[in-house]
């Protein structure tokens, strides 16, 4: 396996982990989370909640550290553009006829391997 590959795959496996932890988090919050790893034309959407009536899209951002920004920094404009195309695509093939809502969950991995969690509610 190449230095690239082994970079990518460490890549991944954060990811995958601060998705996990993010969705431990919402569930203390009182977020049922619905779904995972929702991949559109245009996007993913890493979880997808229910709190009450409401649909709540979670993007998660998880970081070993801040020295290229913080998690939250790093869902622009951009981002924000394709996360609402995937979730047009998503409200159509869900047949979701109520409220959504976003949310971001900003992760930086501690120095001990733990989590630092943040959860931004309605950031846009």
Do not use: N
């Not at 998690?71 to 394709?82: S, T, W």
């Amino acid at each position: 396996m190449g230095a690239v590959s082994r970079l990518r795959s460490a890549h991944l496996q954060l990811g995958k982990a601060g998705e996990k932890a993010a969705a431990e988090l919402l569930r203390s919050r009182g977020y049922e989370v619905v779904g995972a790893g929702f991949l559109a034309r245009r996007g993913e959407l890493d979880l997808v909640c229910r709190r009450g009536k409401e649909l709540v899209v979670v993007e998660v951002k998880t970081r070993s550290s801040d020295a290229f920004g913080t998690p939250f920094e790093a869902v622009g404009a951009r981002k924000r553009r394709a996360l609402m195309a995937a979730v047009a695509e998503y409200r159509a093939l869900a047949e979701w006829r109520g409220p959504i809502r976003y949310a971001v969950v900003g992760i930086t991995v501690k120095s001990d391997g733990g989590f630092d969690m943040e959860l931004l509610e309605d950031p846009f």
